[in-house]
Nanobody, 127 residues
Framework: QVQVEESGGGLVQAGGSLRLSCAAS????????MGWFRQAPGKEREFVAA????????RYADSVKGRFTISRDNVKNTVYLQMNSLKPEDTAVYYCAVRYGNSWFSGAATPYDVDIWGKGTLVTVSS
């Protein structure tokens, strides 16, 4: 089984940037997609971005397209989320997620379509 741990959250002003990292450990020789979800206070957890095992497929929520970029380094077993032009509404706990296979790119990418969760990292964007 794969385990994941996030890092890189923090406080940033609106318009600023942050880069989140998610390191995977365990059975990392198994192919799996990785992604990010977020949950703002009082709201449901929502999909943010995903990347396939090979890196050839990516998917973004409409709310972050053009501002966030997901990438992965399979040598380091790490996925990154570069977040630019941050807005106060991006404030949330960001969770790293793993999905075995590539169903996120052909179907739903909801919190019910996640096999493994990280513990989350808080991102706060001040206005």
């Amino acid at each position: 089984q794969v385990q994941v741990e996030e890092s890189g959250g923090g406080l940033v002003q609106a318009g600023g940037s942050l880069r989140l990292s998610c390191a995977a450990s365990g059975r990392t020789f198994t192919s799996y997609a990785m992604g990010w979800f977020r949950q703002a206070p009082g709201k449901e957890r929502e999909f943010v971005a995903a990347i396939s095992w090979s890196g050839s497929n990516t998917r973004y929520a409409d709310s972050v397209k053009g501002r966030f970029t997901i990438s992965r380094d399979n040598v380091k077993n790490t996925v990154y989320l570069q977040m630019n032009s941050l807005k106060p509404e991006d404030t949330a706990v960001y969770y790293c997620a793993v999905r075995y296979g590539n169903s996120w790119f052909s179907g739903a990418a909801t919190p019910y379509d996640v096999d493994i969760w990280g513990k989350g990292t808080l991102v706060t964007v001040s206005s």
